[in-house]
C-alpha cells in the first residue's frame, strides 16, 4: 500500500520559534529527529541516543550535538552550518507540529508524550527560573515575531490555568501537537514513547528505540549506558545536556534538569481543574490518544 506522507503546510513563528529553518535543511537518509511538545523528556531522549550511538562514552556535549533546530536563536544562518558540519549520526530535536515541520521519509522520528499536567508542572520550574539572559535572547534578539514571553505568576495553580484556558500560553499550542503527532504513529518510521514508560521500564524502552534506530547495543558497555541515562547521572552532569550549560537559569543547569518525576500536581491542582484538564483532552484528542497520553496505555489495555 502506497504510503500518505506528511507536507508542510504551514510556518511557525514566535518568541521561541523559526520553523523556516526545516526548509533548508539538506536531510541525510540516517538522521533521527526527537520530537515532542515540550517538558515530555525530549533531554533525556537526546542523552538515550547520545549513549547509544557512542557506546556510554563520559563527557558528551549533547545540547550541541543535538540542536534543537527550529528556536529561533541563534539564526539559522548560524545553526545550519554548524548541522550540515557533523560528521556522526545527526539527532536533532524539534517541538513543531508536524504539519510546521518538512517531513523526510528516510529520517527516523522518536516522539515523547506526557501527561500535559506533568509537562505544566516542569515548565512552570522551567519558566519561573529563567533568568534575564533567557529573556533577553527570545524578547530582544531581532526577528522575534509576536509578542514578547513575560513572566510567569506566582502560583503554579494558575500558571496551569492560564496554559490550558489558553492553550500552551505562555509558550505554544499543546492539543495541535498531540494530534498531530498521534495520526501519525502508525509510519513506519515514527516510534512513539511515552514519559511513564520510560520512568517504569528505561532498559526495556531503550532496546525498542534502539532496535527502531537500527543502533546496535554494545553489551560491553549496557551498564553504563543504563546509568548515564539514569535521573541521578543526567543532573550530575547537567552542563553537557543543557542549553549554554544551564546560563539561562538561576541555580543553573541542574535547574533545568528538575525532578523527572510524575504527579507533582496532584498534591497542588483542585479536582475542578483536574476535570477540566481530563474534559478537555477527551475534547481535544479523542478517547484513544487522551488516555494514553494520560497514562502510556490504550483505551481498555492493560499493562504488567
Known amino acids: 500500500m502506497e504510503i500518505s506522507w506528511p507536507h508542510k503546510t504551514r510556518e511557525l513563528h514566535s518568541h521561541h520559534f523559526d520553523s523556516t529553518i526545516w526548509n533548508d535543511l539538506e536531510f541525510r537518509d540516517d538522521d533521527i529527529i526527537i520530537a515532542t511538545y515540550a517538558k515530555a ?176 547495543i554494545n553489551q560491553d558497555v549496557w551498564p553504563q549506558i543504563l546509568e548515564h541515562c539514569s535521573f541521578d547521572y543526567m543532573k550530575a552532569n547537567a552542563t553537557k545536556s543543557v542549553p549554554l550549560g544551564g546560563a539561562f537559569w538561576d541555580g543553573g543547569a541542574q535547574v533545568f534538569i528538575n525532578k523527572g518525576v510524575n504527579g507533582r500536581w496532584a498534591e497542588r491542582l483542585p479536582e475542578e481543574d483536574r476535570r477540566r484538564y481530563e474534559e478537555r483532552a477527551l475534547e481535544e484528542l479523542g478517547p484513544d490518544c487522551a488516555k494514553w497520553l494520560m497514562t502510556g496505555k490504550l483505551a481498555g489495555e492493560v499493562k504488567a
Open 41 to 216: 523528556g525530549t533531554t533525556w531522549l537526546q542523552q538515550i541516543i547520545a549513549q547509544l550511538l557512542f557506546d556510554a562514552a563520559e563527557g558528551l556535549e549533547v545540547a550541541e550535538m543535538s540542536p534543537w533546530m527550529d528556536l529561533r536563536v541563534p539564526l539559522k544562518e548560524v545553526k545550519l552550518p554548524l548541522v550540515e558540519a557533523q560528521e556522526h549520526r545527526r539527532f536533532m530535536k524539534t517541538h513543531l507540529p508536524v504539519d510546521a515541520l518538512v517531513f523526510s521519509p528516510a529520517a527516523k522520528y522518536v516522539y515523547i508524550a506526557r501527561d500535559g499536567r506533568d509537562v505544566v508542572w516542569s515548565m512552570y520550574n522551567h519558566h519561573v527560573n529563567a533568568n534575564a539572559l533567557w529573556y533577553e535572547a527570545l524578547n530582544d534578539t531581532p526577528g522575534r515575531v509576536g509578542p514578547p514571553i513575560e513572566p510567569p505568576p506566582d502560583d503554579v495553580v494558575q500558571y496551569f490555568r492560564d496554559w490550558l484556558e489558553r492553550d500552551g500560553h505562555p509558550f505554544w499550542p499543546f492539543w495541535e501537537n498531540i494530534r498531530s503527532w498521534w495520526e501519525i504513529r502508525d509510519l513506519p518510521n515514527v516510534h512513539f514513547v511515552h514519559f511513564a514508560d520510560l520512568k517504569a521500564d528505561m532498559g526495556g524502552e531503550i532496546r525498542k528505540m534502539a532496535a527502531f534506530l537500527d543502533i546496535p
